[in-house]
């Protein structure tokens, strides 16, 4: 009786023992789990950020977009119909799911077939309106044709393509009216300017007109904007000088995308893309980058880089 009491109390003890070791274990299992579901995940390429802080409605882009004009968008249209689809699908399932192009590239009507069985809400589609050909008479109705080319009844970001010299504020004020009309009428989410050369990025920096730059950037100065007197697309850009106007562009709340990223298809060395595309994500000015693909494989390259350089940050 006295051995069958003494097991009784050893069991009880050992029963004790053992539910609080669990109770420690599931309590530990699940602090792990909290933490686990605490922690940030890391920054990706495919990552929605915010474009800069000066669009009303809280914009956010894609941070890796896919370029449709490389030499002018030949390259794109040279993969004909069918093999852009594929490409854009493909960008499309790896996360890149902002596409810039422009009036120019004539290339509009592929991306609206590429586009037409993706989600729209899950799209970022950016185009452009050359300055150097003058400004339409009916500008407002120019933009309307952009929507019915691409398939959509919105257009993300429609930019200002390519000024060149710094009196281009007094040159387009029409074209600038019929953007913020284009606003209004809920055509375009956001409005801004890409610059070729330092003159026009100078004065782009000074204007409170715009609010997204798509701005040429790379460690390297290739085809970054210059000061050339008559070349403003000279290739030897200087990088300390367009570096600062980009910078105060970001810092007075605008969105700051990055094209040239590879070079216009110059870096042909792989450390000079990771070079590259280390200093877009790192430089604290960039929100975003948009790169030309005409391959999975470089749509893949880009994508495991720009992680690489984030999980440095």
């Known amino acids: ?4 009491d003494r097991r009784n109390r050893i069991s009880r003890r050992s029963f004790i023992r ?3 070791e669990a109770i420690s274990v599931t309590a530990l299992g699940a602090e792990l789990i909290t933490r686990a579901e605490a922690a940030p995940a890391l920054p990706s390429a495919s990552d929605w950020v915010k474009l800069g802080r000066l669009n009303k409605g809280g914009i956010t882009i894609p941070r890796l977009g896919m370029g449709t004009g490389s030499v002018n968008g030949k390259v794109q ?6 093999g852009f689809n594929r490409l854009v699908q493909y960008a499309f399932d790896r996360g890149v799911r902002y596409i810039d192009t422009a009036k120019n590239y004539t290339i509009h009507d ?3 077939i590429a586009i037409k069985k993706l989600p729209r809400e899950k799209l970022f589609i950016q185009t452009k309106m050359p300055s150097w050909s003058g400004v339409p008479e009916n500008t407002l109705a120019v ?3 952009y929507r019915k080319e691409l398939g959509t009844d919105y257009i993300d970001s429609l930019l200002i393509h390519c000024t060149t010299t710094s009196d281009w504020p007094e040159k387009l004020p029409r074209m600038m009216d019929a953007f913020d009309e284009a606003q209004a009428k809920g055509w375009i989410r956001a409005k801004g300017m890409s610059c070729h050369g330092l003159r026009a990025l100078r004065r782009a920096t000074e204007s409170d007109w715009m609010e997204v730059q798509l701005a040429r950037v790379n460690p390297q100065g290739h085809h970054v904007d210059g000061d050339h007197p008559t070349n403003p697309h000279d290739p030897k850009g200087k990088i300390p000088e367009a570096m600062k106007e980009i910078k105060a562009m970001h810092d007075k709340g605008r969105g700051i995308i990055g094209m040239k990223i590879c070079g216009e298809g110059a870096f042909t060395k792989p450390e000079d893309r990771e070079k590259s595309i280390k200093y877009a ?7 975003a980058v948009v790169i030309g693909f005409k391959s999975s494989a470089e749509i893949d390259e880009a994508v495991e880089r720009i992680n690489r350089a984030l999980s440095t940050v």
């Open 18 to 20: 053992q539910s609080a």
């Open 143 to 145: 933009i309307d044709s």
């Open 77 to 82: 249209r040279d993969l004909g119909q069918e």
């Open 110 to 112: 592929m991306v609206a």
């Open 1 to 4: 009786m006295i051995d069958q």
């Open 281 to 287: 994500m790192t430089c604290g000015f960039v929100d």
